[in-house]
C-alpha cells in the first residue's frame, strides 16, 4: 500500500501530495516518488549538451551557441548598385527604384501591397496564426476535449465493483473462492463419518479460537491486514504524555506549581512567672482527663503527715507528731493546746 503523507502525534513528518515530478519530467532511469506515494522511473530521455549546430542534433541549441556561430560568419550584404549591375549582367534589367514592382523570379513579391505580397509568396503574417502556432503548448489551444482526471468522471457502463463496494467481503477461503451465489464450500477433516462436512465459524472469544467482526476504531485491507484506525482525530479525548504537568507522573507534592505557604511547626515555650507556655506534672499533683488538681492525698504525701480538719482539733494522743515545748506564759486549761 503506497504512503504519501505520514502524520504522527499531530505533526506532518513526510507530505508528497504536493509533488509534481512524473515520469514524464524525469531523466530516463532516475527514480523517485510520486504525490500518490508510488515510486516512480523516470522516462524522460537523457540529452547530451553540446556545442555544435546540426541538423541532426537532438539536443536544445543554447543561445549563446547560435550567437557565437553568426559571429563567425562572414555576411556581406550587397548594396542596390551591385544588384543592379548584377542583373545587367544577367540581361533582367535594372530594378525599379520607384513604384515598380519587382518580380519574384527577381528576387521580389511581385506586388505593391502587403496583402499582395503574401499571396503571391504563400506566406501568413504572424497575427494571422494562433498562439500554439509558436508556442506549441497544449494550454494554448481553444476547444481542447475534457479529459478524465479520475474513475468517477467515467460512465461505469461496464459494472466494474470498486474495493468499498467489496469491503468486508472475502476472495476465498483456505483457498475456495465463492459460487456464482457468494457461497463458500470448504471442506473440513472429521466433520462426519466420511470426513468431510460444511464448517460453521465460531465466534471467537477468550478461550475460543474463531472468527470476529471489523468494529469501530479497526481497518483492515485488500489483503486481510488489520490496523488500528489510531489518528490524532481519533485520540482527541486522550491527553498526549507530554501535555501533562511533571506531577502526573511523580506524584511528588514539590513538582506542584502555585503551593500554599505554610508556617513552620510551632513550638511551646516552657511556661515562666512572665511567659504563658507549657508545664509538665510532677510531684503531689494529680492530672485527670487534662484537668490539674490537688487533692488531700496530695497534700498529706506532701506534709508528711495529717493536718487538723478543725478548728477544734486536738494534738494530743497518737496523731502529736512533735514535741511542743510549752511556755509558762501559755495558760494550758484541762492539758490541751487549741489552735484558733
Do not use: C, H
Amino acid at each position: 500500500m503506497a504512503v504519501n503523507k505520514v502524520i504522527y502525534d499531530g505533526a506532518t513528518l513526510v507530505d508528497l501530495t504536493g509533488d509534481t515530478v512524473t515520469a514524464d519530467n524525469l531523466a530516463a532511469g532516475v527514480k523517485a516518488t510520486g504525490a500518490d506515494g508510488k515510486p516512480i522511473v523516470g522516462l524522460l530521455p537523457k540529452v547530451t549538451i553540446d556545442t555544435e549546430l546540426s541538423t541532426t542534433s537532438t539536443n536544445p541549441v543554447q543561445n549563446k551557441t547560435i550567437t557565437a556561430a553568426l559571429s563567425n560568419l562572414d555576411i556581406d550584404i550587397a548594396t542596390n548598385d551591385e544588384i543592379d549591375n548584377a542583373l545587367n549582367v544577367a540581361g533582367s534589367g535594372d530594378l525599379p527604384t520607384t513604384g515598380g514592382i519587382v518580380p519574384i523570379a527577381m528576387g521580389g513579391t511581385g506586388a505593391t501591397t502587403t496583402a499582395g505580397a503574401r499571396t503571391n509568396l504563400g506566406v501568413s503574417a504572424t497575427a494571422d496564426f494562433a498562439n500554439v502556432a509558436f508556442s506549441g503548448v497544449y494550454d494554448d489551444l481553444t476547444g481542447r476535449p475534457a479529459i478524465p482526471s479520475q474513475t468517477s468522471d467515467l460512465a461505469n457502463n461496464s459494472g466494474y465493483i470498486t474495493s468499498s463496494a467489496l469491503s468486508g467481503y472475502v476472495k476465498s477461503v483456505n483457498g475456495a473462492a465463492p459460487d456464482s451465489s457468494g457461497n463458500v464450500t470448504i471442506s473440513v477433516s472429521g466433520g462426519g463419518s466420511s470426513g468431510g462436512g460444511n464448517y460453521t465459524l465460531p465466534t471467537a472469544s477468550s478461550s475460543t479460537l474463531g472468527g470476529v467482526k471489523i468494529g469501530a476504531g479497526l481497518t483492515i485491507n485488500t489483503s486481510g491486514v488489520l490496523s488500528a484506525d489510531v489518528t490524532a482525530s481519533t485520540l482527541t479525548a486522550y491527553a498526549k504524555i507530554t501535555d501533562l504537568s511533571a506531577v502526573a507522573k511523580t506524584g511528588s507534592y514539590n513538582d506542584l506549581t502555585n503551593k500554599p505557604t505554610i508556617p513552620a511547626a510551632y513550638t511551646l515555650p516552657n511556661a515562666t512567672s512572665s511567659t504563658l507556655g507549657g508545664v509538665k506534672v510532677g510531684s503531689n499533683i494529680s492530672v485527670s482527663d487534662g484537668t490539674i488538681s490537688v487533692t488531700k492525698s496530695n497534700v498529706t504525701s506532701a506534709l508528711g503527715y495529717t493536718p487538723a480538719t478543725t478548728n477544734n482539733a486536738s494534738f494530743t494522743g497518737t496523731t502529736m507528731v512533735q514535741t511542743l515545748t510549752v511556755s509558762s506564759v501559755l495558760n494550758i486549761p484541762g492539758g490541751s493546746i487549741w489552735i484558733e
